[in-house]
């Protein structure tokens, strides 16, 4: 037989384990916190309108050099590839025929002005015969019509003179612009300019340069409309500078200055052609090479810098991850413009004061709390990510 007192434990036992079990079925699993995020609070602001193209680099002036008489090709004075001034002399053509047909020019001047003179000594002569009748008005007719057709024929032989003078001229080859001259294209030996005037050489000035690259016609009119509606301030043309990118991925030292757009679209690719001069003292850039061009053409007015991170993409397009004054994540589809040092340039979808989602973004959804805090690039676990644009206070 059981004691009272053993029975009243047993009882009190299974009355706490009834209520222990009933407490746990009452609260259900416990409640995960809210992720915790870094955000940034956005502000509109300005930034530079830049585009990242292709251009081609040609040089700043290219001259051909040719043989402008016929003649023996007898000596190079310059070295091929080197440097040279305007003026300095590059070959020689042999100088013996065009010394000869000088010397003729000049002998037919003489016997010209020979002529001229004898006929001007008869014609006056007539002149004051006339008067007394001594003789006749055609005599006086011919002798007038000798003296100017011998004036005129000094003339014409003056003006053979000057050419087989500037013929011999031309046996002396010369550099019509300073730049850095080519290889030469015919050897010493050679007859030249035999009917046409041959290509002797090239001469290119590599300082400055020009780069060629063109931009598409719907990035020009997306410009266009972004300026009448006051988004964007297009810059002059003496404004409008481009920064160009090494083969190596280095930035070129020099900027270059945009100075021409062409008025109408190439039919060939469609897009629009421009030209930027770009300084070369080193000669570093050569003629004909592609090289990779950031042009900045203006300003981009009232948009939002967002980190590279932040920015994320599915099949409806761009969005970001804010979390609204509720403390609940907020999905904001957003337009992105282009990148300016690392962010992404965001013109539609943001209002001042979001805080969007950097850093955790994989741990949020729409919807749900998570618990915001300021986002620093230090200590972001993106760390390898470019520095984004200060937070607006």
Not at 156 to 163: D, F
Not at 185 to 202: H, Y
Not at 370 to 378: C, E, I, L, T, V
């Amino acid at each position: 037989m059981k004691s009272p007192l053993l029975s009243t434990s047993l009882l009190c036992l299974g009355l706490l384990a009834l209520g222990a079990c009933s407490k746990s079925k009452d609260s259900g699993p416990p409640t995960a916190p809210p992720p915790e995020v870094g955000v940034i609070t956005v502000n509109p602001q300005s930034s530079p309108l830049t585009r990242d193209l292709v251009g081609r680099l040609s040089a700043f002036r290219s001259a051909d050099v040719r043989a402008r008489v016929a003649g023996v090709l007898l000596k190079r004075n310059y070295e091929e590839g080197s440097d040279v001034k305007q003026g300095q002399l590059l070959f020689q053509i042999d100088p013996a025929p065009l010394n000869a047909a000088l010397s003729a020019a000049r002998a037919a001047l003489a016997q010209a002005q020979a002529t001229y003179t004898n006929n001007k000594v008869t014609a006056q002569r007539v002149r004051e015969l006339a008067p007394k009748g001594y003789v006749s008005k055609a005599d006086v007719d011919n002798a007038q019509a000798a003296e100017r057709s011998s004036a005129a024929a000094v003339q014409a032989a003056r003006a053979n003179v000057e050419t087989a003078r500037i013929n011999l001229g031309y046996a002396n080859v010369t550099a019509p612009i300073s730049g850095r001259a080519g290889q030469q294209q015919v050897t010493e030996g050679a007859l030249v300019g035999n009917g046409a005037a041959t290509l002797l050489t090239t001469i290119d000035q590599t300082d400055p340069l020009y780069v060629n690259f063109t931009m598409s016609v719907d990035a020009l009119e997306q410009m266009r409309q972004a300026q009448q509606n006051g988004h964007v301030t297009l810059a002059g043309q003496d404004k409008a500078s481009v920064q160009i990118a090494l083969p190596d991925g280095s930035k070129y030292a020099e900027p270059g200055t945009v100075d021409f757009s062409a008025a109408t679209v190439n039919p060939s690719t469609g897009s629009v052609d421009l030209r930027a001069t770009v300084p070369n003292p080193k000669h570093s850039l050569l003629p004909g090479m592609y090289v990779t061009l950031k042009a900045n053409l203006g300003q981009q007015h009232k948009v939002f810098l967002i980190p590279q991170q932040a920015v994320q993409r599915d099949t409806v397009g761009a969005y970001v991850m804010t979390v609204g004054t509720d403390g609940n994540v907020v999905r904001k589809d957003v337009t992105t413009a282009d990148m300016a040092d690392g962010n992404w340039v965001v013109n539609d979808g943001l209002a001042a004061g979001d805080q969007v989602v950097v850093s955790g973004i994989q741990n949020v959804k729409a919807g749900a709390p998570a618990k915001a805090s300021p986002w620093h690039p230090a200590a972001s676990s993106s760390s390898s990510q470019p520095p984004a644009a200060p937070s607006g206070k």
